[in-house]
């Protein structure tokens, strides 16, 4: 097993005193180092937002993108090198604000790769907006008399669009986000690791203490099975005073690397040569 | 007698389900296969009665550049065509029909215009051996080789097997048969072509054949006309060269995962249209912030918004030179021909990966979307240049080094020993960004300059603009892309009445030319820009760049391409009233619609043409 120090980036974070996104960092730094994966054989790639710095802050290659689309850079990414371990990560609105679609067709796409959301149910580097995980009715500085519309439910909509791996953490349990996040690495698909990572300054509802009083572990449950999809879709939707969290789902599906005729050879695009096109016979064909 | 030209020109013409393009392209290939130079653009509308598909072809024993503008020889797969173009044959010259569709009297053409009308069903025995039937006769009565059309029949239908080939070949010879029996042989003819089997096809595919040159091998794209041609060859190919194609959620995506394989060191390209492009913008500048070498292609359409799907225009200049927030260096090719499609788009690839920056290649629908015949490609020695790339960096690796040429030796992840990260946000030489915590003004100064400093240098190694024909002509036509070879012909044109014109059509269109196209400029007697768009976008990108105003404007925004007389009329009338004010004319295509046309009237008929959005 490598050390945690050996993940751990020049920069020191510049999140806000007590901000989830901590957590998520350790745990992912944690999960990575349990792998044994060496730091320049991992891809971050994310999008903008407090969380989006995050590749900044980890010792590994890193692509800090645009506003919503880690997922296809991501996915761009591990197809054109399909050795390394890529993972894409961001905040709420990140994912299921502005990048929604590529999160639907990610999932349904199924590329090896992990997808961790610090979703802390508010814009934070905007400064306090209401997010598309916002809960009905909350005040925040975009929805002065409470948020019109319904939260959008990222476990649901990952299960729904075909995303293999599904799991729900809280940055407040590290150890436990830890093994969701090697699970989800290790997994071979799309894995997605929803974290509950309060904004300690602009989200006062979602706090630690809130979340503490709610959670429970899925693990715990004797009778639950994350190979049951109705299970999974039933949980998904439990929201109160009881919140799952764990591993959702998780189903073996063919990856799309595994099927696309390009990767038959098993050797990365980035490694082929140069020169492989017969041109020859490409000019034949336009006779 | 038939009196021996040197070109002639057939057009096909009838409703999307017709299968225009298909007859129309065995007509170019036999043709091309036979020793001649071919030309064939395909003009196709969105509803308007069954969606109305003409296929104009050219051939010749010497290079044709256009698609013409007469029309010698006519099939007609159904009435509606008939009326559109009857009238318009040339004397000499001839209409091909199916009397099972409609009748045609002598009176509804012109003079001198034999009407060769088949009786298909009694001849085939099925209406669907109609455009067979009709080719043979056209071969007939052009005097054509059949063998190549019997040939290109043969290999069609060779999957499935001679079932289908053999009532093809008959029907094909019955086509004949009745046109030797029953039509005079056609006046208008060609002299035998050379004998070479020449190429034949399309901007897209050659910029697809470029790509593939190049080592491309990732190519993520989102449907949209006249782009999607580009995709489906290149999917062709797949298969074959290793390439991977993916089709995308929206063009946002196309270009981010473009982005991503390009960061990891594939070569990568997207290609889409102008809404596409808008939808890619953000994304052009992520390319130029973070240096990541991508290859993007704009095939332009009719704008603006939707517009006119299936027709061009060189409506998105200005959308290339714009496209993204803040300042970054960009390439903007403007390939002119077929071969120029093909060596540009290898350039591209070079240039990408040389400066680390977006390469934008501008064709239009007409470029995209033609078929011509052309004198093959160098496919022998593919320059290729990766730039910068390191397989082990040195100790202390930065990878935004500042270094003189503004370019940073590139290590990809997966390297060991260079781990960084690469910011949309501005950073510092090491790749940590400078926008958060502690903003930096002399870094930013700094790391802006780097950049941008890779513009001059590669402004430096293009090759330089030149000027087509005598240098002293008394008028310049000015233009960029697909224009050219018009511009050529119509130059061609005026000299043989005397008059004396030359061409400046532009190719590398940023980081700009300004002094050599200065130079240049300053060096001509007088000049007419030929742009098919409103507003001559190249005249003011020209004056922004050179402070040099180009006198006279002909103009077409119909969304059909310049016709060659419409470019000779006007050059001639420049050249000879040399008026002092300047001359802004716009020209428009006749394609046989009555004025008062009416949709309403005149609903579309299961229009396929129209789903080509
Ligand atoms: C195209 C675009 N629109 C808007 C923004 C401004 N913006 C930056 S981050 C952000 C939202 C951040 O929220 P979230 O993704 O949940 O991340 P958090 O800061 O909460 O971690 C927005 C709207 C942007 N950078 N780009
Ligand atoms: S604003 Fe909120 S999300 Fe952003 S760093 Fe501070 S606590 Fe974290």
Redo the contacts with the bound molecule.
């Keep these: 097993m490598a050390q945690v120090k050996e993940y751990i980036g020049k920069i020191k974070p510049d999140w806000c005193p007590g901000c989830g996104?901590f957590g998520v960092l350790n745990s992912l730094q944690r999960a990575l180092a349990e792998l044994d994966i060496a730091p320049h054989n991992v891809l971050v790639v994310s999008?903008?937002?407090?969380?989006?710095n995050l590749p900044g802050f980890i010792h590994s290659y890193g692509f800090h993108g645009?506003?919503?689309r880690s997922l296809p850079v991501a996915s761009g990414a591990k197809l054109g090198n399909h050795a390394l371990t890529v993972i894409a990560t961001?905040?709420?609105?990140?994912?299921y604000?502005?990048g929604v679609g590529h999160f639907v067709h990610t999932c349904r796409r199924n590329i090896d790769m992990t997808y961790i959301v610090?979703d802390?149910q508010?814009?934070?580097?905007?400064t306090g907006q209401a997010?598309p995980t916002t809960e009905k009715d909350v005040r925040t500085k975009s929805t002065p008399e409470g948020t019109i519309e319904l939260a959008l439910n990222p476990v649901a909509l990952a299960l729904s669009c075909g995303a293999t791996y599904v799991a729900r953490g809280f940055s407040g349990d590290n150890l436990h986000l830890a093994q969701l996040m090697k699970g989800a690495i290790e997994h071979k698909g799309f894995a997605l690791v929803d974290v509950f990572s309060p904004?300690v300054t602009y989200n006062k509802r979602n706090t630690y203490p809130w979340f503490r009083e709610r959670v429970y572990k899925l693990e715990d449950d004797q009778q639950y099975d994350p190979a049951d999809f109705r299970l999974a879709m039933e949980k998904a939707f439990e929201w109160g005073a009881r919140i799952p969290i764990g591993l959702f789902y998780k189903v073996e599906r063919p990856t799309y690397e595994d099927e696309e005729p390009a990767l038959r050879s098993g050797i990365p695009l980035a490694k082929q040569p140069l020169e492989r096109a017969d041109l020859a016979a490409l000019m034949e064909d336009f006779i | 007698m038939a009196q021996t030209h040197t070109e002639l020109t057939v057009w096909i013409g009838g409703s999307a389900g017709d299968g225009i393009a298909s007859a129309g392209e065995s007509f170019a290939k036999a043709c091309s296969r036979s020793g001649y130079h071919v030309f064939a653009y395909n003009s196709y509308q969105s509803v308007i009665r069954g969606g109305h598909v003409c296929m104009h072809t050219r051939i010749g024993t010497h290079k044709v550049y256009t698609q013409g503008d007469e029309l010698d020889y006519l099939v007609a797969l159904n009435a509606d065509s008939f009326q559109r173009y009857g009238k318009r044959v040339v004397p000499g010259g001839a209409v091909f029909y199916n009397t099972d569709k409609f009748k045609a009297a002598p009176d509804q053409v012109g003079p001198d215009v034999q009407l060769i009308g088949l009786p298909v069903m009694a001849l085939a025995g099925n209406q669907l051996m109609q455009n067979t039937a009709l080719l043979g006769a056209l071969i007939q009565t052009l005097g054509l080789d059949p063998d190549a059309i019997r040939e290109l029949i043969r290999e069609r239908f060779a999957k499935k097997g001679e079932a289908v080939i053999k009532p093809n070949l008959e029907a094909f010879d019955k086509g004949m048969g009745f046109a030797r029996e029953h039509a005079k042989p056609g006046a208008i003819r060609v002299g035998p072509g050379d004998g070479k089997r020449r190429p034949l096809a399309g901007g897209n595919p050659m910029i697809g054949f470029g790509a593939l040159a190049a080592g491309c091998r990732f190519y993520s794209a989102y449907p949209m006309t006249p782009a999607s041609s580009l995709l489906h060859w290149l999917v062709g190919y797949a298969a074959k060269t290793g390439l991977m194609v993916k089709q995308c959620e929206d063009e946002i995506s196309a270009l981010n995962m473009a982005i991503g394989a390009a960061h990891v060191g594939v070569r990568a390209m997207t290609g889409t249209s102008g809404g596409g492009f808008a939808l890619m913008t953000?994304a052009v500048g992520e390319a130029g912030m973070t240096e990541t070498p991508v290859v993007i292609v704009e095939a332009m359409r009719g704008g603006p918004s939707t517009g006119l799907p299936t027709k061009t225009e060189q409506g998105d200049l200005f959308q290339l030179l714009g496209a993204s927030q803040g300042e970054f260096p960009r390439v903007i090719l403007a390939p002119r021909t077929l071969q120029e499609c093909y060596d540009m788009t290898i350039h591209g690839f070079n240039l990408a990966e040389r400066y680390q920056c977006p390469v934008l290649i501008a064709t239009d629908l007409y470029l995209a979307e033609r078929l011509e015949t052309f004198d093959g490609v160098n496919i022998t020695k593919v320059p290729i240049d990766r730039g910068a790339l390191l397989k082990q960096p040195e100790n202390g690796y930065r990878r935004f080094a500042d270094t003189p040429t503004g370019v940073s030796p590139r290590a990809l992840p997966g390297t060991p020993g260079a781990v960084s990260t690469t910011a949309t946000d501005e950073h510092d030489e090491d790749g940590i960004v400078i926008s958060d915590v502690f903003t930096n003004p002399p870094m930013r100064k700094k790391m802006m300059e780097k950049r941008m400093r890779k513009m001059d240098h590669l402004l430096k190694e293009l090759p330089a603009p030149a000027i087509d024909g005598p240098a002293d002509a008394d008028l310049t036509l000015v233009g960029w892309g697909s224009t050219y070879q018009v511009m050529l012909e119509a130059m061609e044109r005026l000299k043989q009445e005397g008059l004396s014109a030359n061409v400046l059509c532009l190719r590398y269109l940023w980081p700009f030319q300004t002094e050599q196209v200065s130079r240049l400029l300053k060096g001509c007697k007088m000049t007419m820009s030929v742009e098919a768009n409103y507003t001559g976008q190249l005249v003011r990108l020209i004056r922004m760049e050179t402070g040099l105003s180009v006198q006279h404007h002909l103009r077409k925004y119909d969304g059909e391409p310049f016709e060659l007389k419409q470019v000779v009329d006007q050059a001639r009338t420049i050249l000879k009233t040399k008026p002092k004010e300047p001359v802004v004319a716009s020209v428009v295509s006749d394609e046989g619609l009555p004025a008062d046309f009416s949709p309403i009237e005149s609903p579309a008929l299961g229009a396929e043409v129209s789903r080509q959005h």
Excluded: A, K, R, V
């Excluded at chain 1, 999008?47 to 989006?52: A, E, L």
């Excluded at chain 1, 961001?90 to 994912?95: C, N, Q």
């Design positions: 996104d999008g903008i937002g407090c969380s989006s645009l506003h919503g961001g905040g709420d609105g990140d994912g604000g502005i610090m802390n508010i814009y934070g580097l905007t997010s904004c | 953000e």
